[in-house]
């Protein structure tokens, strides 16, 4: 008997495996897998949210107006060039219905996040990979690999799962060497935790020209990720494409009203932003003193890495599961040698390089 097919691109997708959340016996973990904010969310925000949840009876505001303003106040820019979504991952997924199909090529660097290819074959599209060096987003290997097919080029910035970044002059230069017809995605979701004075989110690329999108989350520093809010800066013509294309109400009443009390707690920003720096610093040093080695990293999570026989990552997954630690294993996306931890609190991370310890011990 016949039977409904998917398109032939659906059927080429891995399905996205988010990090893991329990282990097993029923422990109450550390959860070390999603790169969620240590601190959790603004107190601000919970209220704003709990006194929302009385209205969810009432449809949200289509067009998230009260968001978007709070979004161009706190960043400067023009909240009629903001659209925001069910999490940048929507907007991803937007963009590439929007802009890419069959016959058309989606670039992104060789260890660039999973939903760019998963985005791309939903749309019919063939995902095109560039070549790293040292695990860094490589700007003359995407430029060498866009061609007249090339729809779009997604570049995370800094860069889930490794943790580098490039500098806004590297960017620039990336947009210059792209076909004008090539849709240029800064996805900057880590874009609060950057300590970097040659680093930039992309604002002002957006700002020159019609060809380029940033894309920034309340995930990650705001740590709303159970809200699913996030949200696109971009020229007037693809604002216009993302009105037409997302649902009437893509954004819950709650996540708007929680993300402008978020936007407004510059304190527990503050504070999230100085953890993250002093876990940032002391946390690899503290790895390198057992012998493993970590990449460098922008952002609020770290890559260990671990030798390819005997104490290797999958061993190191089970042993810190064992112990009710959850870090994310990135085998996926072509580091089988890796583990990602995010940084958790300064209790958290102490567990996690006990358990590491007596790990390289055994």
């Not at 109450?28 to 009385?54: H, R």
């Not at 019919?124 to 990979?129: E, I, L």
């Amino acid at each position: 008997m016949s039977r409904p097919e998917a398109k032939p691109g659906v059927m080429k997708i891995s399905p996205y495996v988010g990090g893991k959340s329990s282990v097993p016996g029923g422990a109450k973990p550390i959860k070390l897998s999603s790169n969620e904010g240590a601190l959790g969310p603004s107190p601000k925000a919970m209220e704003a949210a709990a006194k929302a949840a009385a209205e969810m009876h009432r449809y949200p505001d289509g067009g998230a107006s009260a968001i978007r303003a709070a979004i161009g106040k706190r960043f400067g820019l023009d909240p009629e060039r903001i659209v925001v979504g069910a999490g940048s991952d929507e907007l991803i997924a937007l963009l590439v219905k929007a802009y890419a199909g069959p016959g058309d090529e989606v670039l992104y660097s060789q260890y660039g996040f999973v939903m760019y290819p998963i985005s791309t074959h939903a749309a019919g599209a063939t995902p095109v990979t560039a070549d790293e060096k040292f695990y860094r987003t490589d700007v003359d290997a995407l430029i060498a690999k866009a061609g007249p097919k090339t729809k779009i080029c997604f570049v995370a910035n800094p860069n889930n799962p490794t943790g580098s970044y490039i500098s806004a002059a590297e960017m620039k230069r990336l947009r210059d060497g792209l076909p004008p017809h090539t849709l240029l995605i800064v996805d900057a979701a880590y874009a609060e935790f950057v300590a970097r004075n040659d680093y930039t989110a992309g604002a002002e690329l957006v700002d020159a020209g019609e060809n380029t999108v940033m894309l920034r989350t309340f995930s990650k520093i705001f740590a709303m990720g159970g809200m699913r809010l996030g949200w696109a800066y971009a020229p007037a013509n693809v604002i216009d494409v993302l009105n037409r294309v997302r649902g009437p109400f893509n954004v819950s009443a709650i996540a708007q009203a929680a993300g402008v009390a978020a936007l407004e707690d510059m304190a527990h920003q503050d504070a999230s932003r100085a953890h993250n720096d002093k876990m940032l610093a002391w946390f690899p040093a503290e790895v390198a003193k057992l012998g493993l080695t970590t990449l460098p990293s922008v952002g609020n999570f770290v890559m260990v890495e671990f030798p390819k026989t005997g104490k290797t990552a999958a061993a190191a997954n089970d042993f810190l599961m064992s112990r009710a630690i959850i870090p994310r294993m990135v085998a996926n996306y072509g580091l089988p040698e890796f583990l990602r931890i995010t940084l958790g609190t300064e209790d958290e991370m102490r567990k996690v390089l006990a358990a590491l310890a007596d790990f390289m011990k055994a």
